[in-house]
């Protein structure tokens, strides 16, 4: 498993170092993508591997019809958007995958084909993506690029930020409750909201899993739910998570929560959330022992 990050990378803007280059006279695009660096980390029972994904569109437009300058938006929930880049048949050139690091190094070379005529409206999008074992992708963080944008007539290299992709995934509200004599914390009263569940789902569940010190320690499961089981308050989750935490380790612990869909005898996970002992509600939790406290979190994209 991973080393656990000093928290205060986690405060840094993740940025991609590429090289871009363009022979104007073989009408060839190359690029370099070299490493992403400070990407956001959260621990897990499993090495993380990742990789990064180019997407290359041609001849998109840089103007609305009144003449403004637009921006490209690669949601694929906006329809417009989504049809205009299937309509430019966008190439996407993908790395290896590779251990997921503080800083991930990836050193690859990559060429394609770009007609003068369109060269400066060539987009490519940048992301940097955790991969699974099946080869299944969640984006982590992502840019937009016009090739054109910094002069690249011989290979320059560049430093990007990156954006942490935030996908509305919906919420998971949760209690908890430290036990001091008995040196547990218990997690109860899970429910998750505005959920992108897939049409094929066959359950749905909340997984939680306890590190200490970066390291893993615990992992239950809550009991599975049927989509169809879903109310208008969302999924309510009623049995009790129960982890052993010993009371030195309370300042070091960390809670990993995530909404979890079974889709073809596999489970992906929809999002997950965090209980940091450096947070709001760990604190709430420590000052009123026994007593459970509750909050709500934005569930954000994860393997």
Known sequence: MADYEDTDDELKTPTVTIAFEYIEAEQTFNFYIRRVSHAPYVPSIKMKYSRGVMHVAKGLSRKTWMGTKRSITWEYETAISFQEMLSQKPKSYRTLAVPRCVTTIFNEFFTCQIPKQVFHNTLMKIQFCDVGRDDYEVVIAECDYWIDTNPIERFREYELPLTISAPDLGELELSIAYLPTAQRVLLTNCKATNLRVDPTAEEIHVRAILFVSGRFDEIHKSEHKNPKDETPTGFHFAKKL??????????????????????????????????????????????????????????????
């Open 242 to 303: 129960v982890f052993d935490l010993m009371r030195i380790d309370v300042n070091d612990a960390l809670v990993v929560c995530q909404v979890v869909q079974k889709i073809n005898h596999r489970k992906r996970v929809i999002g997950q959330c965090e209980v940091r002992c450096c947070d709001g509600q760990w604190s709430r939790m420590l000052a009123t022992l026994r007593q459970p406290t509750s909050e709500t979190y934005r569930l954000r994209p994860a393997l």
